[in-house]
T-cell receptor, first 112, second 114 residues
Framework: EADIYQTPRYLVIGTGKKITLECSQT?????MYWYQQDPGMELHLIHY???????EKGDLSSESTVSRIRTEHFPLTLESARPSHTSQYLC???????????FGDGTRLSIL | KNQVEQSPQSLIILEGKNCTLQ??????????LRWYKQDTGRGPVSLTI?????NTKSNGRYTATLDADTKQSSLHITASQLSDSASYIC?????????????FGRGTQLTVWP
């Protein structure tokens, strides 16, 4: 049923590495989002986009960056991973007005 | 401060029983309230969305209620199944920005035992 895909699902990597988390959706949604979620905690918005060439930072300060060159693709990049970046990252699209957001299954990132 | 509080934090019930999860919010202005189900290791999936004028909405065995005056919502699960074991997240959207900002609760972790 998933129309929004995230890769990789799991990533364990050493400190200092550059990481790109991929997110793609096939629903033609203009709005896309990245959230960070730690166990037992609420989702925190770290980046969002209204459409191609539009990106904004969310509520939670993040050292990551995003790009939106194509409608369907919204990758998130960490230039130099640190242990504090260990978390689950969820990508979502849609949610405009009274429409639901559609979420990917997330990337669980562990930085050693 | 705009907040969404959910209770209980966790709940264990036996298969076949009913349960009710609570959500209180202070978000203003209000646009809509959403309930999501998040299975372990998966992304949240939408169950219901209610606007100001709606006070109840059902999706199969899930029934959500909304009291916009007291700023409370509940999610009632009827005849629970093992597959209902998940985190249930309450999300409130405001009308204060073009983005329609979402405020997330921390979720209620429901475990259904056979």
């Amino acid at each position: 049923e998933a129309d929004i895909y995230q890769t990789p699902r799991y990533l364990v990597i050493g400190t200092g590495k550059k990481i790109t988390l991929e997110c793609s959706q096939t629903m033609g949604h203009d709005k896309m989002y990245w959230y960070q979620q730690d166990p037992g905690m609420e989702l925190h918005l770290i980046h969002y986009s209204y459409g191609v060439n539009s990106t904004e930072k969310g509520d939670l300060s993040s050292e990551s960056t995003v790009s939106r060159i194509r409608t369907e693709h919204f990758p998130l990049t960490l230039e130099s991973a640190r242990p504090s970046h260990t978390s689950q990252y969820l990508c979502a699209s849609g949610g405009q007005g009274h429409q639901p957001q559609h979420f990917g299954d997330g990337t669980r990132l562990s930085i050693l | 401060k705009n907040q969404v509080e959910q209770s209980p934090q966790s709940l264990i019930i036996l298969e076949g029983k009913n349960c009710t999860l609570q959500c209180n919010y202070t978000v203003s202005p209000f646009s809509n309230l959403r309930w999501y189900k998040q299975d372990t290791g998966r992304g949240p999936v939408s169950l219901t969305i209610m606007t100001f004028s709606e006070n109840t909405k059902s999706n199969g065995r899930y029934t959500a209620t909304l009291d916009a005056d007291t700023k409370q919502s509940s999610l009632h699960i009827t005849a629970s199944q093992l597959s209902d074991s998940a985190s249930y997240i309450c999300v409130v959207s405001d009308r204060g920005s073009t983005l329609g900002r979402l405020y997330f609760g921390r979720g209620t972790q429901l475990t259904v035992w056979p």
